[in-house]
């Protein structure tokens, strides 16, 4: 029982994004066994030391923890939470006489009683199969069979159909009873749902949300939070590879040639030591109104791997052409693109200008270990392209990438000029999901490392 | 080394006697590690006694504490074991008569590789195994408490390496084999969150977080630690402390300073917290310029509004 119970947590703490294996969810069970089950706090503690392995992580865990163990609060005699204001009105119990016993049985229960009742049906039905909000109903009223409750609708029709008088109301009353149990049932798997049909829901929607065009983000909440993890993600297996490739390979030329002091004896061995090359990355945003959405993902990606990429430089262009470097290192997100929004916001981009300042703003940054990441759907209302400044850029820089939120083929159409670009980057992406930016991240990391 | 251990509140009573005060999450750490062989990854700010838990932990077993400290470029010579060259060089060198006698009524080069092969094992043996903290802790004849420290400045291929270690208490090396542990030592890993660890040692530990103390708790281990400073200093100290770790600082004052400050403020004969003598001994506890001077800004309202209080 108290396994299958504690198994059913892991699940539910997997489904809130505690990542958790088989051999850790045993440890748990061995030091639950151990410390025992009597004191909550300490049992409390004993399952976060052996299934929590992150501080993040601790908050997910507590509350995981409150909403699955609320039933074994409550001990025999006490009162119901009363603190939970969204709990269903104590049922008064219905006059039991003359139903049959199984009903009168259940109808006697005190409220205490009854909660207890209800969390020994719970226990026998497994709550982690549920997986979609509708599933709900069915899975109240299997709760409510399992209670015995079936003798009661029973009782209800016989007392409709009966004749005697007063019945007519007894139903009545029964119903009304009924009506409130039910309504706790619905609030015992509600929660349940919020513990265990919530993950897999989760895991659709974070599927989706990666493959979402950056516009209809805005409606998911959770976001901001799939954005670091992805981020994070992908800096973790990059640092992997970059300490990796600093390890040098025996250097043969070297050693043999120092060797010949020592009569052929190597005594000292050169190693081959690849050069750490320091990365530095320009990133220019267009941060006009139909590009936003890119920006902000772009650089919040950008930012949240700043331990593999140290050395970020970002600019933001509408009408005006400014440095947002600080305001990313030092604002959250979503403060610091309102804080570049009224400074450069306008309309009329015009890219001519901006690599033009672009150029002369960064002069002595261009040289060739700095990745120019250019940012825009190139739509340049019919001014002059100015390419012969980027040109110029790419010249002097190791690479120029261009990220179009775009599909490729309206990259030319309107007023829109990549092609007059394009000969200067040395690759050109479309940009317009998460799945998209953290593809290109992934390339730009295995390049720069 | 004390084989049984009764029960949390053993642990938490055996640390305070020592004069290391814990929550109780910490005394669980310890005996669930103990209990079920696991070692603990024990996490937070620098200065909340991290190490210290591993050495009141040894106390507390009764069995010597082993401790390796690690840092960039940290390799298995120096963390495992390593041969003595020079002992292996000497010893060919003063051998090398006895040598040619041995092989000298042989007549087949076959006959003189095997007798060499003989002596080449003598050569990789215990006689010239420089053990280094971990293989010391695995060979110990009793149990220890083994200390990684600061295991998050040590490489990635490092942290793989102790793998093998952390699961089943054995670690190979070529030349002798499979070493295992004859008794198996608690281990303590402390890290500093300057990178993240991998998800694999992580799995293969117990996960202890500890936090800077809440006020009841620094006032118990103040009363504890420097039990002459007096109480109503004591209480206004502590109080200092925590308002100070709640401003945005570059480097939030931990135990140990405040530790050190209680100290300096007995041998200054302080009785109470005055303006002046908090600004003269602020960088006792403030190690960094513009924190300090944070601090004398802060300082004001804060005694003004303890006044009020």
Aim: charged fraction near 30%; hydrophobic fraction near 40%; aromatic fraction near 8%.
């Amino acid at each position: 029982m108290a396994r299958r119970r504690l198994h059913e947590f892991v699940r539910a703490l997997r489904g809130a994004g505690v990542r958790i294996s088989p051999a850790e969810a045993e440890e748990a069970m061995r030091a639950a066994a151990l410390v025992g089950y009597g004191d909550k706090n300490r049992f409390r503690e004993t399952l976060a030391l052996t299934l929590v392995k992150s501080e993040e992580e601790r908050p997910d865990f507590d509350r995981c923890f409150e909403t699955f163990f609320r039933f074994e609060d409550q001990q025999p005699g006490e009162q119901g939470p009363a603190e939970d204001a969204a709990e269903p009105a104590t049922p008064t119990p219905p006059d039991a006489e003359g139903l049959s016993p199984q009903a009168a049985e259940l109808a006697a229960q005190s409220d205490t009683q009854l909660e207890q009742s209800l969390a020994q049906a719970a226990a026998e039905i497994d709550f982690t199969a549920m997986q979609v909000i509708t599933q709900q109903g069915l899975f109240a009223r299997r709760l409510l069979m399992n209670m015995g409750m079936g003798a009661v609708d029973d009782e209800i029709l016989r007392l409709d159909a009966s004749q005697r008088p007063g019945d007519g109301e007894r139903a009545e009353a029964l119903r009304d009873w009924r009506g409130r149990v039910r309504e706790r049932a619905m609030a015992h798997v509600r929660r349940q749902y919020d513990l265990h049909g919530r993950a897999h829901g989760r895991a659709l929607r974070e599927h989706s949300m990666q493959a979402a065009p950056f516009r209809e983000l805005r409606e998911f909440q959770q976001v901001q939070v799939l954005v670091r993890r992805m981020a994070r993600r992908l800096a973790r297996s990059h640092q992997r590879r970059q300490k990796k490739a600093r390890r040098g390979e025996l250097d043969a030329r070297r050693t043999l040639a120092d060797s010949l002091r020592y009569n052929a004896v190597p005594v000292h061995l050169h190693w081959r030591q690849r050069r750490r090359t320091r990365a530095k990355v320009l990133v220019v945003c267009d941060v006009s109104s139909s590009v936003r959405d890119a920006a902000r993902f772009l650089l919040q990606f950008l930012y949240a791997m700043t331990d593999v990429l140290p050395r970020v430089r970002s600019f933001a262009f509408a009408a005006r052409f400014d440095e947002v470097t600080e305001d990313f290192e030092r604002y959250p997100p979503d403060v610091a693109v309102g804080r570049i929004l009224d400074r450069v916001s306008g309309s009329g981009t015009d890219y001519g200008t901006m690599f033009k300042e672009l150029e002369e703003a960064c002069r002595g940054d261009i040289d060739q270990n700095t990745t120019l990441i250019i940012l825009g759907d190139a739509r340049n209302n019919d001014l002059p392209a100015g390419e012969r400044h980027l040109a110029d850029i790419a010249r002097r820089a190791r690479q120029v990438f261009w990220l179009n939120p775009e599909p490729p083929s309206r990259w030319n159409s309107g007023d829109a000029i990549m092609a007059r670009y394009l000969p200067y980057c040395r690759a050109a992406r479309r940009c317009g999901s998460l799945n998209d930016l953290s593809r290109f991240t992934d390339e730009l990391l295995r390049g720069l490392n | 080394m004390k084989t049984r251990i009764d029960s949390v509140d053993d642990v938490m009573l055996s640390f305070a006697r020592q004069g290391y005060i814990c929550d109780q999450r910490t005394a669980l750490a310890v005996y669930l590690a103990a209990q079920l062989h696991k070692p603990v990854l024990v996490e937070g700010p620098p200065g909340v006694g991290k190490t210290e838990l591993a050495k009141a932990a040894a106390a507390f077993l009764e069995a010597p504490l082993i401790r390796l400290q690690c840092y960039e470029g940290l390799d298995e010579s120096r963390a495992l074991y390593e041969w003595k060259y020079g002992k292996q060089l000497l010893y060919t060198q003063l051998l090398r008569d006895k040598l040619s006698g041995t092989l000298a009524d042989t007549d087949s080069l076959e006959e003189s590789m095997r007798r060499l092969g003989d002596l080449g094992e003598a050569f990789y043996s215990d006689t010239f195994l420089e053990p280094r903290p971990l293989l010391r802790a695995l060979r110990a004849d009793e149990p220890v408490v083994l200390l990684i420290d600061e295991i998050d400045k040590a490489d990635q291929e490092f942290e793989a390496f102790l793998l093998e270690l952390l699961s089943d208490f054995q670690i190979s090396i070529p030349e002798l084999g499979t070493v295992r542990a004859r008794h198996q030592p608690l281990v303590f890993l402390t890290s500093n969150d300057q990178r993240e660890l991998s998800d694999a040692l992580k799995r293969r530990c117990l996960h202890l977080y500890i936090p800077y103390p809440d006020a009841p708790l620094e006032r118990r281990i103040l009363a504890e630690r420097v039990p002459e400073l007096d109480e109503q200093l004591r209480d206004q100290l502590v109080d200092f402390i925590q308002h100070l770790r709640e401003q945005d600082m570059k480097k939030l004052p931990a135990v140990s300073e405040t530790l050190d400050w209680a100290r300096a403020l007995v041998l200054l004969h302080a009785d109470s917290l005055e303006p002046e003598l908090v600004e003269q001994t602020l960088t006792l506890v403030l190690k960094n310029e513009q924190d300090a001077e944070l601090a004398r800004e802060l300082l004001p309202h804060w005694f003004r509004a303890r006044r009020a209080r």
